[in-house]
């Protein structure tokens, strides 16, 4: 797995500081899984699937992100903490997710969080239904997109915790997907280059 590895690549200055001076030990995080999942288009293309949060009170406000979310007593596993998420946020069935790779984990300082990442099939896919409460949007990305090498970027953000700070990106769908997710999306991006 090439792990940390790509994680660093698309990790923010700030991020670098915070890991080299603060150890995980000790932090007590809470857990979340969260799903990368690919799927056929209609034109048969292959597509991942992000969501762009609501706006609310919190880090994470208006960015987008995979499904997926914290883990609840109820919960077996992380990857079970995943499929339910991305049941409830995205309307897909638990048991139509054929699950291919777990991801490195990644922590997440502005909201202590570690979220476990998993890689997914759905191979039958039927029109998504978005929880209006939690998901502004659907951002459906073209795997060609999500590869080509130009849509790596580095922009100036202001965040809820930051401001006028430069991070590695990808720019997807007109978005701009940074921090944890695109440390993610890094992992599968350096693994898919193995293969495809």
Do not use: C
């Amino acid at each position: 797995m090439p792990g940390s590895t790509s994680h660093y690549k698309m990790e923010p200055e700030e991020r670098k500081k915070w890991r080299e001076t603060n150890p995980l030990k000790g932090l007590r995080p809470k857990r979340a899984g969260v799903m990368a999942l690919f799927y056929p288009s209609i034109q048969n293309t292959t597509q991942l699937l992000l969501i762009l949060r609501k706006t609310y009170q919190g880090v994470h406000s208006n960015q987008i992100g995979f499904p997926g979310g914290k883990v609840e007593k109820s919960d077996k596993d992380l990857l079970h903490t995943a499929l339910r998420e991305t049941s409830e946020e995205v309307g897909v069935p638990e048991n139509s997710v054929t699950v291919l790779k777990q991801l490195t984990e990644v922590y997440i300082p502005p909201s202590n969080f570690l979220v476990q990442p998993f890689v997914g099939l759905y191979e039958t896919p039927r029109p998504f239904i978005i929880q209006e409460e939690e998901v502004e949007a659907l951002v459906e990305v073209r795997l060609d997109d999500f590869l080509n090498e130009q849509n790596e970027i580095a922009q100036r953000l202001t965040t809820s915790y930051a401001n006028n700070i430069l991070v590695p990106a990808f720019k997807l769908n007109g978005y701009t997907v940074w921090g944890a997710t695109a440390m993610m999306l890094n992992e599968i991006k350096d693994l898919l280059s193995k293969v495809l």
